[in-house]
Structures are given as structure tokens and as C-alpha cells.
């Protein structure tokens, strides 16, 4: 009997298997995957804001392709992620800690980096273990980038990953959406602001 | 006009770490006269770097770093050494090669950009060690000058392989015993300026980076040569001070010892016909500028 594989929250082992090797297909449009299982979109968003709702440090990781107004499209999905953020600041309680931390490119900056100011795709849990966070969301980070940067954290923490990528989604994440545009982005703020109050924030 | 190219996004800026924000507002990207005199007085394109405290290295890259004519449209090729883990601290776009293959990898990049962007200025400067320069990359370093490809190669001359504890490369000097190279070197210096000179290069400098204004100068010359007419090399004293036993302040002595009229790194350069040509159009352009600059100048204060 084979034993579907489910993209859960770790701390997995050391090198992790990527997802897709362990069977775990991306959804097709109008879909999400919620630990590997494709789902409509919107349980997908309902999920997505549940998770921000009850972790005590809900995170958004936006990466280069956000951070930089490279193009029109760059610089609306900005504004939709930080509407985001205040979004999410309002509908939690003040036990919670929500953040917001640029990941600005790729270079692996040895010997060090600040964690509290940013994460870098080649050594996320430093930022991840640094700032307790439990549950977060990559946005505008490059695909091949983002692929290592959830393996890595499913290896070694026990973050909830959620991935609002512009392709066609990501199996490392716990949670992905795919074809990601500034109005994906602010329906996923609606259902926030939708559930707010609704949600008991995590005990553990 | 590149300042216009990296904009952070309004809603992000105040999240991203300073030294970003500083490389968007104080950088010297699209300043055609940018120089070595700017290194205090705005950002440098080159964080916290991870050599060796007090290592010449470290005084090359922000003397060539604030150097480049045209840092926004420049792509550098490195290769495995010391130099490779200063690059991901650097604020230019830049390949890492496998280790020799840095000339053969700007060579393809030089003619694809060439294609790509027919109406821009691209500038390809291969930065590497001696070892990947002439031992494990001499095929392909001589097989992109004699091809006469337009980029410039700078090697960062230690002489020995650092990175790796200290081996013997082709640079060392004869007899030189380095820390696994313990019976000394039986063989001379290879004279890799005069093999460039001989394999097509149209400027060649042999020189220590004792001197920022002479970096500024030659780091130039070696650029717009390569620009317009051909490959163009220079070979730069970077000493390993912890592979010859000295302290961190001692980097700058011991370059100003090897450049004396008598010694290894004596400034030496080697200029093709064209190149000169070249240089004097240069130098005439740049005399009129600042003829210009003073005549509008003294208008102004009339
Ligand atoms: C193909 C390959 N061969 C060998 C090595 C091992 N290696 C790493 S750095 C190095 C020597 C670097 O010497 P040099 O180019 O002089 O640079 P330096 O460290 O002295 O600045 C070597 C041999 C490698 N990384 N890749
Ligand atoms: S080992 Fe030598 S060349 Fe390398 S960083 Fe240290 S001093 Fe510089
Ligand atoms: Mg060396």
C-alpha cells in the first residue's frame, strides 16, 4: 500500500525530500494544495487566513520581484501585500506579532545576517528561529529560490509555509496558491478581515 | 538614468535594510566621473566582506568597485579563491565560474549581451585569482585574448592559491616555500604580463593596488580599451598576508615594497597603437570637459 506524503509543518529531518519526488502535484488554475491535497481556491484562502489569524508571529516574506518596482504589476502587488500586513495587524489580538521582512535577493551572505531585518533564501531559519515565527507567506521570490528556502524550513522548524507564487504554485509549502496577482493578494485580505474574531490564537 | 532602474517599491522601502537603501539613494550608479575619491562620501558598492582582516584583497575591490565606468551595466566573472566570497557582498551583477572557466564563461556572456542589448554599453571584467588565472584557467585566459574578446581580465595576483592553505601557482616567486608548498618553487614567476602582451591583450598593467588613483586610472583605461578595441589585462598585487606571515597592517608596506623600480611589481604597461590612439581621443575629450566645466563655471560666479 503506498502512503501519500503530506507537506506538514516540521521539524521534518535533515534534507527533507522535495515534495514533488514524493508525489505531491501542483494545482491547476483556480486551484490551491493544502499539505499536498488540491483544493478550490477559495478553501485554499480560508485556510491561508486561518493560519495568519491564529500564529503568534504571522509573517509575509516579500522577495525581490515585490520589493524592486521593476514593472506596474511589481509595484501594485506591493501596495496589495502591505495592505496585507496592516490588514492582518488589525484582526489579531495584541499577543500576536505579526511581521514583515524583505527578503531583497539571493546572495548568501556570509558570515552573517541581521534576522531581525531580513531572511535569505540560503539560511531562512536563522530569521525563522530568531523571531519565533510559526506561520509565514512567501510572495515575489523567484520559484527555484523559494523551492529550497520551504525545504530548508520544513527541515529544520516548525513554521507553517504559505506560498503566493506568480507560476504555478509551490509543493514545498504547507499552503499555495498559484498565478498570484495584487487582487489574489487582497481577496486573501478579505477573508482575514472575514474571519477576524473567529479564530482563537494558538496556545503553543 | 539607472537610478530610475532600481527603485524599491514605495510600500516596501521601509523595510528593507539600510545598506539597500543607501545603494538606491547614495550609490554613484549612472555618475559617468566616478572615482576612488567618492569611497567615504557615498556608498560603496561593496558591503562587509569576509577575507582575512587587513587582506590587500579588500582594498582592490573597493578601489576597482568605485572604479567601473559603468558599474549598473557591468557584469563581473569570478571564479573559486579568496575574491569568490566578497562577491555576494558585492552590488554589481556578477557569475561565479567554475574555477578557471571565468574567461570562457565572459567570453559567451560578452557576445550574448552584444546581441542582446545592441543599443547599450555592456562591460564584462573577469575578477580571479592567480591560480584560476594561470594554472587551472590558463587555456582558457590565453584562448579569450587570442580570440580577442572585449573584456578585461584582472587577476588578483597572491601568489599562491590562499583559499585553499597555500599551494604553489604559477605566480610564486622562485623559491618562495609557502605552507603546502614546503620544498620551495623550482621554477620562475610565469610572466603572464608579457605572454599578454604577446597573446593579443591591448593594454597590460603589472602593478600593486597601493595606490587608489592609479587603480582609478588603470581600472578605466583597461575598461574602455576592451570597449571599443580588444581584450586588456591587468595583473594587481593583492598579497596574501597570512600566508606570508604578516600582521593586518602590514598589507599596504608590503605592496610598497614590491613596487620599488627594482622589484616584481615595478609598474610596468604594455599599450597596443590603437589603445594609445585611443587614450589620446580620451584624454582630449575629458581636457575639453573640464575646459567647458570651468568656462560655465566662471559664468556662473560672474
Ligand atoms: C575545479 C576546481 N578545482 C580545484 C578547486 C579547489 N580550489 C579552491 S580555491 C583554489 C585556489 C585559489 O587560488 P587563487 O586562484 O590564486 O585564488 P586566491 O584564493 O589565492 O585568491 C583551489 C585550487 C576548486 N574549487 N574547483
Ligand atoms: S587567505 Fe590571504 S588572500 Fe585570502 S583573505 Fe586571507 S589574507 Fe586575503
Ligand atoms: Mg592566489
Known amino acids: 500500500m503506498t502512503v501519500q506524503y503530506k507537506v506538514l509543518p516540521g521539524p521534518e529531518h535533515y534534507l527533507p525530500p522535495s515534495a514533488a519526488s514524493m508525489g505531491i502535484r501542483l494545482p491547476d488554475p483556480g486551484q490551491g494544495h493544502i499539505n499536498g491535497r488540491i483544493v478550490p481556491e477559495e478553501e485554499a484562502m480560508e485556510a491561508a487566513a486561518r493560519q495568519f489569524l491564529m500564529a503568534k508571529v504571522p509573517t509575509i516574506f516579500p522577495g525581490p520581484l515585490v520589493l524592486w518596482a521593476w514593472n506596474e504589476k511589481a509595484a501594485k502587488k506591493a501596495t496589495a501585500i502591505r495592505h496585507l500586513y496592516e490588514t492582518i495587524k488589525e484582526c489579531i489580538t495584541p499577543s500576536q506579532k505579526p511581521m514583515l521582512i524583505p527578503m531583497p535577493d539571493y546572495r548568501p551572505k556570509y558570515p552573517k545576517i541581521d534576522p531581525e531585518v531580513e531572511i535569505n533564501p540560503n539560511h531562512p531559519n536563522l530569521t525563522i528561529w530568531h523571531n519565533k515565527i510559526d506561520a509565514c507567506m512567501f510572495v515575489g521570490v523567484h520559484c527555484h529560490q523559494a523551492n529550497l528556502s520551504l525545504k530548508i524550513i520544513r527541515g529544520g522548524t516548525n513554521c507553517y509555509t504559505i506560498a503566493m507564487c506568480a507560476q504555478a504554485g509551490h509543493e514545498d509549502a504547507m499552503l499555495s496558491f498559484r498565478d498570484a496577482t495584487a487582487d489574489k493578494i487582497m481577496r486573501l485580505a478579505e477573508w482575514v478581515r472575514k474571519l477576524k474574531g473567529s479564530v482563537q490564537p494558538s496556545e503553543n | ?302
Not at chain 2, 610564486?172 to 623550482?186: N, T
Request: aromatic letters at 8%; glycine letters at 8%; hydrophobic letters at 35%.
Open chain 2, 1 to 302: 538614468m539607472s537610478l530610475e532602474r532600481i527603485k524599491i517599491a514605495p510600500e516596501m522601502f521601509d523595510i528593507m535594510p539600510p545598506e539597500y537603501q543607501d545603494l538606491v539613494q547614495k550609490a554613484t550608479y549612472g555618475n559617468e566621473s566616478r572615482g576612488w575619491k567618492d569611497i567615504g562620501t557615498s556608498k560603496e558598492l561593496i558591503e562587509e566582506h569576509s577575507l582575512c582582516a587587513g587582506c590587500p584583497e579588500s582594498m582592490a575591490f573597493r578601489y576597482i568597485l568605485a572604479s567601473l565606468p559603468n558599474p549598473e551595466d557591468t557584469v563581473m566573472v569570478g571564479s573559486t579563491g579568496c575574491t569568490s566570497l566578497v562577491f555576494p557582498h558585492v552590488g554589481i551583477h556578477n557569475i561565479h565560474s567554475l574555477f578557471g572557466n571565468q574567461n570562457a564563461i565572459a567570453s559567451g556572456l560578452k557576445r550574448a549581451l552584444t546581441v542582446r542589448f545592441p543599443g547599450r554599453v555592456k562591460d564584462v571584467v573577469v575578477l580571479a585569482g592567480d591560480g584560476a588565472t594561470v594554472d587551472i584557467g590558463l587555456d582558457m585566459t590565453l584562448q579569450a585574448w587570442f580570440r580577442q574578446e572585449k573584456f578585461t581580465t584582472i587577476c588578483f595576483d597572491n601568489e599562491l592559491y590562499a583559499n585553499t592553505g597555500g599551494q604553489e601557482s604559477g605566480l610564486m616567486q622562485k623559491g618562495f616555500v609557502a605552507k603546502m608548498a614546503p620544498i620551495g618553487k623550482h621554477f620562475e614567476k610565469v610572466r603572464l604580463p608579457e605572454i599578454a602582451r604577446e597573446s593579443g591583450c591591448h593594454y597590460v598593467v603589472n602593478c600593486t593596488v597601493s595606490k587608489p588613483n592609479l587603480i582609478e586610472k588603470v581600472v578605466k583605461n583597461a575598461i574602455y580599451i576592451a570597449r571599443e578595441i580588444g581584450p586588456t589585462y591587468l595583473q594587481l598585487y593583492t598579497p596574501c598576508i597570512l600566508e606570508i606571515g604578516k600582521n593586518s597592517m602590514e598589507g599596504l608596506q608590503e605592496m610598497r615594497d614590491a613596487e620599488k623600480p627594482t622589484e616584481r611589481f615595478a609598474y610596468r604597461e604594455y599599450i597596443s597603437e590603437p589603445a594609445k590612439e585611443l587614450i589620446a581621443e580620451m584624454t582630449a575629450k575629458e581636457k575639453e570637459r573640464k575646459a567647458a566645466l570651468k568656462k560655465q563655471l566662471a559664468g556662473q560666479n560672474a
